[in-house]
């Protein structure tokens, strides 16, 4: 398995501002995934962020509001920008198995942001 | 879009009852994952399915996938209160690298 930590857990933000959270893997990774899971509801799926490229947006969801960096093989960030009350949602990072458990999808504890 | 439904939405059972979801997807598949989510934190995997499996089984878990109907269902035997949580179904359509979740069911279990 893939233990996925995540920064940080939770957070309080006002209208208009930045939140940068940062998700670390404990193994080098090609992907990385993003994914939304607004009140109440499931999981949505943000983008894609492979090492060394530009993250590719699922429909919906744009780079300049949700910049993504991926440094590295084992790290990458999620900006939510210019936030809004309808962006309060968690936000989870995950990414695949490797070996015996390759096609399986780990998730980190995700972080639940609130925006006032 | 999502890929999958699941239902019910909601399930409430007695401690010891037998839980079944079921979910339903719109393309072919590479695999299936079953997750547990409880409170709002993160995901648990569960159980994964390949589309060439017909029934998996993992404790009190089974996971059966007909893939000629593109539903698959998860039944979680005797159940109890700590198996209280929302269950997504997640598949990986053929051609992609990407797991698209399920709408959920969330199940509460009484002591």
């Known amino acids: 398995s893939a233990v996925i930590s995540q920064k940080p857990s939770r957070d309080i933000c006002q209208r208009g501002t930045s939140l940068t959270i940062q998700c670390q893997v404990d193994?080098?990774?090609?992907?990385m995934f993003w994914y939304r899971q607004q009140p109440g509801q499931s999981l949505t799926l943000i983008a894609t962020?492979?090492?060394?490229?530009?993250?590719?947006?699922e429909s919906g969801f744009v780079i300049d509001k949700f910049p993504i960096s991926r440094p590295n093989l084992t790290f990458s960030t999620l900006t939510v920008s210019n936030m809004s009350p309808e962006d309060s949602s968690i936000y989870l990072c995950?990414?695949?198995?490797?070996?015996?458990?390759?096609?399986?999808?780990?998730f980190g504890a995700g972080t639940r942001l609130s925006v006032l | 879009s999502q890929q999958g439904e699941e239902d019910p939405q909601a399930l409430s059972i007695q401690e010891g009852e037998n839980a079944t979801m079921n979910c339903s997807y719109k393309?072919?598949?590479?695999?299936l994952q079953w997750y547990r989510q409880n409170s709002g934190r993160g995901l648990v995997h569960l159980i994964l399915?390949?589309?060439?499996?017909r029934e998996k089984h993992s404790g009190r878990l089974r996971v059966t996938l007909d893939t000629s109907k593109k539903s698959s269902s998860l039944l979680i035997t005797a159940s109890r209160a700590a198996d209280t949580a929302s269950y997504f179904c997640?598949?990986?359509?053929?051609?992609?690298?990407?797991?698209?979740f399920g709408t959920g069911t969330r199940l509460k279990v009484l002591a």
């Open positions: 193994s080098q990774v090609t992907m």
């Open positions: 393309t072919s598949i590479n695999n």
């Open positions: 962020a492979n090492q060394g490229s530009e993250a590719t947006y």
């Open positions: 995950s990414v695949w198995g490797q070996g015996k458990a390759k096609n399986i999808q780990y």
């Open positions: 399915i390949r589309s060439n499996e």
């Open positions: 997640a598949t990986d359509a053929k051609g992609t690298y990407k797991y698209i």
